[in-house]
T-cell receptor, first 110, second 113 residues
Framework: DAGITQSPRHKVTETGTPVTLRCHQT?????MYWYRQDPGHGLRLIHY???????DKGEVSDGYSVSRSKTEDFLLTLESATSSQTSVYFC?????????FGPGTRLTVL | AQSVAQPEDQVNVAEGNPLTVKCTYS??????LFWYVQYPNRGLQFLLK??????LVKGSYGFEAEFNKSQTSFHLKKPSALVSDSALYFC???????????FGSGTRLQVQP
């Protein structure tokens, strides 16, 4: 699993509340990613990071922000959660020409 | 822009029969191609990749895939399916491997005993 953990693993929240998801890695990888998985869409990139304080947008970044103040942590924030952000969120890292994924966070926005 | 198409939402095959899960892609430049598998309530697990070299790539659990540049395809195959192969399979493409991958919508493989 390339030492990737995500927290929380499950969360239920209400529309309009802020939510932060955490991805933590233990192997000092430079590149980290946040994806969301929805039925019929596969995985879609939200944001990625290529180093501390270096981040960029993916294809579905609206409504999301990220921060990376330490190599090991990549945070995804929903500033004001909406029902359309109900999804499973996966963090990933790049290593050895592969991407390795965390276990996922299931987020439900009511 | 890069894209991936997995034309079949579901593939059904009997145990012991060969299986194929289809994938076509579109990129500008030389593609990096991947197959991942996802079991229920789990993350994605890497199966195999094509970066360069031999067009036939062998991966985990007896799976293989053939890179076909002229047809822009990267179909996943296995000579003899197992019930335990039943899962959701994703094809993905990248151009620069350190950047994010673009995933297909996924194909659910159902292997009947």
């Amino acid at each position: 699993d390339a030492g990737i953990t995500q927290s929380p693993r499950h969360k239920v929240t209400e529309t309009g509340t802020p939510v932060t998801l955490r991805c933590h890695q233990t192997e000092n990888h430079r590149y980290m990613y946040w994806y969301r998985q929805d039925p019929g869409h596969g995985l879609r990139l939200i944001h990625y990071s290529y180093g501390v304080k270096d981040t960029d947008k993916g294809e579905v970044s609206d409504g999301y922000s990220v921060s990376r103040s330490k190599t090991e942590d990549f945070l995804l924030t929903l500033e004001s959660a909406t029902s359309s952000q109900t999804s499973v969120y996966f963090c990933a890292i790049s290593a050895d020409n592969e991407q390795f994924f965390g276990p996922g966070t299931r987020l439900t926005v009511l | 822009a890069q894209s991936v198409a997995q034309p079949e939402d579901q593939v059904n095959v009997a145990e012991g029969n060969p299986l194929t899960v289809k994938c076509t892609y579109s990129v500008s430049g030389n593609p990096y191609l991947f197959w991942y598998v996802q079991y229920p309530n789990r993350g994605l697990q890497f199966l195999l990749k094509y970066i360069t070299g031999d067009n036939l790539v062998k991966g985990s659990y007896g799976f293989e895939a053939e890179f076909n540049k002229s047809q822009t395809s990267f179909h996943l195959k296995k000579p003899s399916a197992l019930v335990s192969d039943s899962a959701l399979y994703f094809c993905a493409v990248g151009v620069v491997w350190r950047r994010a991958l673009t995933f297909g919508s996924g194909t659910r493989l159902q292997v009947q005993p």
